[in-house]
């Protein structure tokens, strides 16, 4: 059983194009996660939903709009595609925001974008 | 703002040892610290998460501490095996997570 699970795994498309990652858990969490892993491996954090709240911005241009339509859902969807958003997109989810050992994040297998 | 550095960048071992991975953080008022693997081309899996209260957390051959006043933590493998090879990432938070850009493990046969 898959407890963070993403489609697709891979995804090349053109410039200017719009494209959309999904993402479901079925762990029962409240909060998901976007994270993006550059081409020096860097992971950096995009959204965090909680119940369907944004909760996080972490500064990602508007070209990028997260959609949580339940708390086991969390898609990405991306306008006007550009060369540098190519890298890995990983989903994550977590039992809550806060600091407890209940609230250890779990991660996706990851969608690899190539933008030409 | 909190940043988070590994060293070393990767590491190379023979079979069989122990070994220490390092992670540094600048911003000692953290919630919890997780460790995490990443194998080449997948994602990433849950080691341990150690919360601000806790020294320590252990899950078989793998030992983390937390000196949240250093502002430093751990990974202590026993007994390495080639199985082990991946990278090694640490994250901490409160608010948002932060990575470090990982320790590069190689366990030789």
């Known amino acids: 059983d898959t407890a963070v699970s993403q489609t697709p795994k891979y995804l090349v498309t053109q410039m200017g194009n719009d494209k959309s990652i999904k993402c479901e858990q079925n762990?029962?969490?409240?909060?998901m996660y976007w994270y993006k892993q550059d081409s020096k491996k860097f992971l950096k954090i995009m959204f965090s939903y909680n119940n369907k709240e944004l909760i996080i911005n972490e500064t990602v241009p508007n070209r990028f709009s997260p959609k949580s339509p339940d708390k086991a859902h969390l898609n990405l969807h991306i306008n006007s595609l550009e060369l540098g958003d190519s890298a890995v997109y990983f989903c994550?989810?977590?039992?809550?925001?806060?600091?407890?050992?209940?609230?250890?994040?779990?991660f996706g297998p990851g969608t690899r974008l190539t933008v030409l | 703002k909190q940043e988070v550095t590994q060293i070393p960048a990767a590491l190379s071992v023979p079979e069989g040892e122990n070994l220490v991975l390092n992670c540094s953080f600048t911003?000692?008022?953290?919630?919890?610290l997780q460790w995490f693997r990443q194998d080449p081309g997948k994602g990433l899996t849950s080691l341990l998460l150690?919360?601000?209260?806790?020294r320590e957390q252990t899950s078989g051959r793998l030992n983390a501490s937390l000196d949240k006043s250093s502002g430093r933590s751990t990974l202590y493998i026993a007994a390495s095996q080639p199985g082990d090879s991946a990278t090694y990432l640490c994250?901490?938070?409160?608010?948002?997570?932060?990575f470090g850009a990982g320790t590069r493990l190689t366990v030789k046969p």
């Open positions: 911003d000692s008022a953290i919630y919890n």
């Open positions: 150690i919360q601000s209260s806790q």
């Open positions: 994250a901490v938070r409160p608010g948002s997570m932060r």
């Open positions: 762990l029962g969490h409240d909060t």
């Open positions: 994550a989810s977590s039992q809550g925001i806060g600091g407890g050992g209940a609230n250890e994040q779990f």
